[in-house]
């Protein structure tokens, strides 16, 4: 363009972001990690330096990795979803009930993830039409969804020790190489996949630019409801997912299934480095929390620490990670 | 295309917010090759106006929007943006914390026939863009850089630049000359000139008449929703205007 002939386009040294600036947040967590793993090896180094807690990590960790990394992209819009346990287990009691009644393992299986993504939905749906904090209705769902999977089992578990479940069984929770259970492939593909889409598909570059700037977004032409939905949608498919490896890996179904890890998934998805105020996460950084706060539970007991203490290390790691990020992104904004 | 035929043209479109009427029964067409400048103070709604020709908000029942000839009813911004009419807002539209790249291309990135993006491509896109037609000498060009480390000109640099890579046969600035320098403001302001020459259309939106005068072909008066003038510019002298514009303040109609 002729009128810019005057300006100094050579003198236009288009300088890449530092190091620090792109990559201080993923660096934060990583340290964090390797820090902890450090601690561990000298105050616990029997149990630190065999093979066995590393294996314990593979099989346990997933349980909520698998929904802390598609929790991130909720976070990511400005969004939580606070029923996704609850989720887990109508979507497995979903399973449950059409194996018992019907002797097919993958139209049962299919069943409860169609469940789940529709609960997903649901919040969404909620969330975006009448423009609820997502914080406040999904408690709501969440006793929604977890009493429709009591009343409809009537409290009780089931057993899924029978022959015939051996197969999906095996594919979800087996072990395999060395004894590293099936899970943690699940969680690498899970992560693998919702990277590509959150970084490569039109519709994760929405997802950062719903949680930057609601209004620019919608003003540049996102449909950032839709995002929203998606979002929550692709949240309810991976919490039935994860039911239902949650539940094959003790061989039953527990109506309190999810108890527990919501806690854990939101740790981390923080941990990872997602901002609670939207905008800005990776998935890879939540994969890495997710293993970190595995790293705790189990690091603690094996350290031969109180395992009361377990929360007070827990609560610590948090919050100074918390605020090393805030600390970082201060940083990089400079 | 016949150069009759106008570009955009808005039939009875009302705008109403619960009580307040934003905009009632305007009537307005915008030729190809024409720059029209749109005027009125705060709150006659010029911004509301702009959002309505964007699909931001959709006009009250009986309100037509026409595009080239035809009628359009499902109307959306990425519609519009899809016919192409590209908007420079006043609030920037930008998300702050993302990279320059992504900002180039929000709502209409680069993706191949599987919707795989790409990233490369839009990157090395928005490092061109930036270095022919803004001629940025910082380094906070860098596609990766986030916005918010730029100063107020390089986001309306980003902004101007997006707007002008879609090719837009119809392009809206809502005030773009709001904090910016002198240079700046000329820059924006030949920027004008070169969608002219281009053959396309351009609304102009501006509080300051001595930028909007000169740069325009036409120039349309809003007045608390209404079209209360709508002038050549071969017809008035920039006085006339000047004085106009107090009446219509003053009374609400342009007639003496």
Redesign the interface.
């Known amino acids: 363009m002729s009128e810019n002939k005057d300006s100094k386009v050579k003198n236009n040294a288009a300088r890449p972001p530092s190091f620090w600036r792109r990559f201080g947040m993923q660096f934060g967590i990583w340290s964090v990690g390797i820090f902890m793993w450090l601690i561990f090896v000298f105050t616990a180094s029997e149990a630190f330096t065999s093979k066995d807690i590393y294996l314990a990590f593979a099989s346990s960790t997933p349980l909520f990795a698998l929904m802390a990394i598609p929790l991130t992209l909720i976070v990511i819009t400005g969004e939580i979803d606070l029923s996704f346990p609850a989720v887990m287990a109508l979507a497995t009691a979903t399973f449950a009930k059409i194996y018992s009644g019907t002797g097919n393992i993958w139209v049962g299986f299919i069943a409860a993830l169609i469940v789940g993504t529709l609960c997903g939905y649901f919040n969404g749906w909620l969330v975006t039409w009448f423009g609820i904090p997502s914080l406040v209705i999904t408690i709501g769902t969440s006793f929604l969804f977890r009493g429709i999977e009591l009343a409809w089992m009537n409290g009780s578990g089931v057993g899924l020790t029978d022959d015939k479940l051996l197969g999906v069984a095996n594919l979800l929770v087996g072990r395999s190489f060395f004894g590293i259970a099936n899970q943690f492939w699940w969680t690498i593909l899970a992560t693998l996949i919702l990277w590509f889409i959150l970084n490569r598909t039109q519709f994760g570059a929405h997802v950062f630019l719903t949680g930057d700037n609601k209004t620019s977004a919608q003003l540049m032409g996102v449909n950032v409801s839709r995002v929203k939905r998606r979002s929550f949608a692709i949240m309810g498919f991976f919490a039935a997912f994860a039911g239902l490896v949650a539940s094959f890996e003790v061989s039953y179904f527990w109506p309190t299934l999810g108890e527990g890890l919501l806690m854990n998934s939101i740790a981390s998805v923080f941990l990872g480095g997602t901002s609670v105020f939207g905008g800005i996460g990776t998935v890879t950084g939540t994969f890495v929390g997710s293993f970190i706060i595995g790293a705790i539970n189990a690091g603690i007991v094996a350290s031969g620490i109180n395992a009361f203490f377990t929360q007070v290390f827990f609560g610590l790691v948090i919050i100074l990670s918390v605020i090393m990020q805030a600390v970082i992104s201060k940083r990089i904004k400079r | 295309m016949n150069s009759k035929t106008p570009v955009i043209q808005l039939k009875n479109v009302s705008k109403t917010f619960g009580e307040v009427r934003s905009l009632s029964e305007v009537n307005i067409e915008i030729y190809p090759g024409e720059i029209v400048g749109l005027l009125g103070d705060n709150g006659a709604g010029k911004s509301t106006l702009v959002?309505t020709i964007?699909g931001?908000h959709q006009p009250d029942e009986g309100g037509e929007i026409w595009f080239k000839g035809e009628k359009i009813n499902e109307w959306?911004?990425?519609k519009?943006?899809e016919l192409g009419i590209e908007?420079i807002?006043q609030?920037?539209?930008?998300?702050?914390?993302?990279p320059i790249w992504?900002n180039m291309?929000?709502?209409?990135?680069i993706?191949n026939k599987f919707?795989?993006?790409n990233?490369k491509q839009m990157k090395s896109e928005a490092?061109r863009l930036?270095?022919?037609?803004?001629?940025?000498?910082s380094?906070a060009?860098?596609p990766?850089?986030?916005v918010?480390?730029m100063s107020g000109g390089e986001k309306q640099g980003v902004a101007i630049t997006r707007a002008l890579y879609f090719d837009a046969e119809l392009v809206i600035l809502d005030e773009p000359t709001v904090g910016l320098s002198l240079s700046e403001t000329k820059?924006t302001l030949?920027?004008i000139q070169?969608i002219k020459k281009s053959g396309r259309s351009a609304i102009f939106i501006d509080h300051n008449i001595f930028h909007i005068y000169p740069a325009v072909d036409r120039m349309i008066v809003l007045d608390r929703g209404k079209v209360a003038g709508n002038y050549k510019k071969s017809d008035i002298t920039m006085d006339e205007l000047i004085e106009s514009m107090y009446r219509v303040a003053r009374t609400g109609s342009i007639k003496e």
């Open positions: 959002k964007m931001f959306n911004v990425a519009a943006r908007t807002y609030e920037r539209a930008l998300c702050e914390q993302q992504r291309f929000m709502g209409r990135e993706k919707g795989r993006l990233v490092t930036m270095s022919e037609h803004m001629g940025f000498t380094t060009v860098h990766d850089n986030a918010l480390t820059k030949d920027f070169n």
